[in-house]
């Protein structure tokens, strides 16, 4: 993980370059919390500004919503439509999460509107599908993506609009956004 910072600490990354590191472990918490802290230093945020992540209730998420909580940073989580959800919410509010969001809650106007009041600057992705969309979309222009082990959709979908699905490598660039692939 050193290498992989300092290569981010140099500037050598484009919008489009896709950086390949070691795999997170997940075998214990202690390597698991060096691991997202080492994620979370090398996306160089500031104290007050906002990522949004999915899988928000996972192990995972959990500690990206503990550390940022700890670096002063706010969080927009995002979280499977299932059963049991207001528990969820409240067990990451817990945690320390600011906001969590429901999958369905994504394909919403809300969430646009959301977005544009919290003005995330980088996004987590550590799921394929929608929910890796809904990231992509939360992320402000020149904001930075990182997405974690998954393969990105073909197309970003636009659920409800006139807007035809577009290309991940087209959303990217419109977007301008820094995007690493661990």
Not at 149 to 176: C, D, M, Q
Request: proline letters at 4%; one cysteine or more.
């Amino acid at each position: 993980m050193q290498s992989f910072r300092q290569f981010l600490a140099a500037g050598h990354y484009s919008p489009a370059l896709r950086i390949g590191v070691r795999a997170l472990s997940t075998s214990d918490s202690a390597s698991l919390k060096k691991n997202v802290a080492s994620i979370l230093d090398s996306l160089s945020l500031k104290p007050g500004t906002t990522l949004v992540q999915n899988c928000g209730d996972s192990e995972i998420g959990k500690v990206v919503i503990q550390l940022a909580k700890e670096r002063k940073l706010q969080t927009l989580s995002i979280i499977d439509d299932k059963p049991g959800n207001p528990d969820t919410i409240e067990e990451l509010k817990a945690l320390g999460a600011d906001i969590v969001v429901p999958e369905s809650y994504t394909k919403t106007w809300y969430m646009k509107r959301l977005a544009g009041e919290m003005r995330p600057s980088a996004g987590l992705n550590f799921s394929d599908g929608y929910q890796a969309t809904a990231v992509g979309k939360a992320v402000t222009t020149g904001g930075t993506f990182l997405t974690y082990g998954k393969e990105l959709p073909k197309y970003v979908a636009y659920e409800g609009s006139a807007r035809k699905p577009v290309e991940w490598s087209t959303f990217i660039k419109e977007k301008n956004l820094k995007v690493l692939n661990m």
